[in-house]
């Protein structure tokens, strides 16, 4: 049984369109990460979320940590061709090491 | 400047074989792991350190002997190599236990 849920698992949608992927969990967390892995790379942070209802923007991208700490998403609003990549989430429980999600492979085509 | 660097990147060797994966970090954190992602991309951790000491070690069989000569350097030995240990295998740090990870680029491990 996997502790976090990613969805969908594969989402392909044409340059310009928005999008939102779900990271879910039956656990409590302490915190959230969100990674995007390339092809040939290691994942990259992208942002940590650690309170209930938190919102945060990086640019195009909107992250929100569910209220109670369960679950997470992540939005793309005109989405690029260079935001293709594997998005993975990570969830902590304070002091303890991360559980990966199995991802969500994200293909933006042109 | 690398941040975290792994050596070698791929990595091609018969089965029943030794080898071994070395990984450094530059950014002075105290906490560094071992990860295996499948063919599916499932990242899975195997081992923690923290401070060159062992924390954690997931459900790996004993053939996987990490080693952590000081707190930069984090190593991976895998003896008598099977099939099924073909996968890439990231090392990442970070500045403590259950905080914001770096990672490496990866060592394609393929067992022919």
């Known amino acids: 049984t996997q502790l976090l849920e990613q969805s969908p698992q594969f989402l392909s949608i044409q340059e310009g369109e928005n999008l939102t992927v779900y990271c879910n969990s039956s656990?409590?967390?302490?915190?959230l990460q969100w990674y995007r892995q390339e092809p040939g790379e290691g994942p990259v942070l992208l942002v940590t979320v650690v309170t209930g209802g938190e919102v945060k923007k990086l640019k195009r991208l909107t992250f929100q940590f569910g209220d109670a700490r369960k679950d997470s998403s992540l939005h793309i609003t005109a989405a690029q061709t260079g935001d293709t990549g594997l998005y993975l989430c990570a969830g902590g429980r304070g002091g303890q090491n991360f559980v990966f999600g199995p991802g969500t492979r994200l293909s933006v085509l042109p | 400047d690398t941040a975290v660097s792994q050596t070698p990147k791929y990595l091609v060797t018969q089965m029943g074989n030794d080898k071994s994966i070395k990984c450094e970090q530059n950014?002075?954190?105290?906490?560094m792991y071992w990860y295996k992602q499948d063919s599916k991309k499932f990242l899975k951790i195997m081992f923690s350190?923290?401070?060159?000491?062992?924390?954690i070690n997931e459900t790996v069989p004993n053939r996987f002997s990490p080693k952590s000569p000081d707190k930069a350097h984090l190593n991976l030995h895998i003896n008598s190599l099977e099939l099924g240990d073909s996968a890439v295998y990231f090392c990442?740090?970070?500045?403590?236990?259950?905080?914001?990870?770096?990672f490496g680029d990866g060592t394609r491990l393929s067992i022919l």
């Open positions: 990442a740090s970070s500045p403590g236990s259950g905080q914001p990870q770096h």
């Open positions: 656990s409590v967390f302490s915190s």
């Open positions: 350190y923290n401070n060159k000491e062992l924390i």
């Open positions: 950014l002075g954190h105290d906490t």
